[in-house]
């Protein structure tokens, strides 16, 4: 069965502590992985897509890496107003694109 | 570029009558639309997808002549939940992907109260 984990549920961490978010993901047959971020009462807002092992791609302070099996979502010194929650989610190749997503961490960045 | 809309962002209506929620992608066209139901501190359920120009597949659990969808045209969908009840009152989101793309861009939402 196809089945997204995210580790830890919630995160809290000093401004300027950096950290990593983990996302598993068993699918046969990855069509591609997403991060999203969401902000309390908003629509997810796009991060990056991942879809082979070894790639790895970057955002201002945010870096996500993929591997066969896993996902983490590297926070380099992070501000208080990265604090949100941050969604990891996969589409399998067969799939009409439809998204499985993980519960989600709650990341909480304090001054 | 990617930017997706919806309308309205806050409805509050009375038990029995029916809301529609509109959703446009603003600057390319939406081949695939989902509309998603989330939950207070959950993920995301998604209700249905919608090809342009087709019906619209619907998840298991969700009652189709509930929520009707409407993907008209490249831009524009909209969901409708008939007869609204209390537990009907969620957050809807809406996303949309373009030809040949893999990614899902969200709207803001429409928090939906039913008294």
């Known amino acids: 069965e196809d089945q997204v984990t995210q580790s830890p549920e919630a995160l809290r961490l000093q401004e300027g502590e950096s950290s990593s978010l983990n996302c598993s993901y068993t699918?046969?047959?990855?069509?591609?992985l997403f991060w999203y971020r969401q902000d309390p009462g908003k629509g997810p807002e796009f991060l990056f897509t991942?879809?082979?092992?070894?790639e790895e791609k970057e955002k201002e302070r945010l870096k996500a890496t993929l591997t066969k099996k896993e996902s983490f979502l590297h926070i380099t010194a992070p501000k208080p107003e990265d604090s949100a929650t941050y969604l990891c989610a996969v589409a399998h190749m067969d799939s009409n694109y439809q998204l499985i997503w993980g519960a989600g961490t709650k990341l909480i960045i304090k001054p | 570029g990617a930017v997706v809309s919806q309308h309205p962002s806050r409805v509050i209506c009375k038990s029995g009558t029916s809301v529609k929620i509109e959703c446009r992608s603003l600057d390319f066209q939406a081949t695939t639309m989902f509309w998603y139901r989330q939950f207070p501190k959950q993920s995301l359920m998604l209700m249905a997808t919608s090809n342009e120009g087709s019906k619209a597949t619907y998840e298991q659990g969700v009652e189709k002549d509930k929520f009707l969808i409407n993907h008209a045209s490249l831009t524009l969908s909209t969901l409708t939940v008939t007869s609204a009840h209390p537990e009907d009152s969620s957050f809807y989101i809406c996303s949309a992907r373009g030809l040949l793309q893999e990614t899902q861009y969200f709207g803001p939402g429409t928090r939906l109260l039913v008294l």
């Open positions: 699918v046969s047959g990855l069509r591609g």
């Open positions: 991942l879809y082979s092992a070894g």
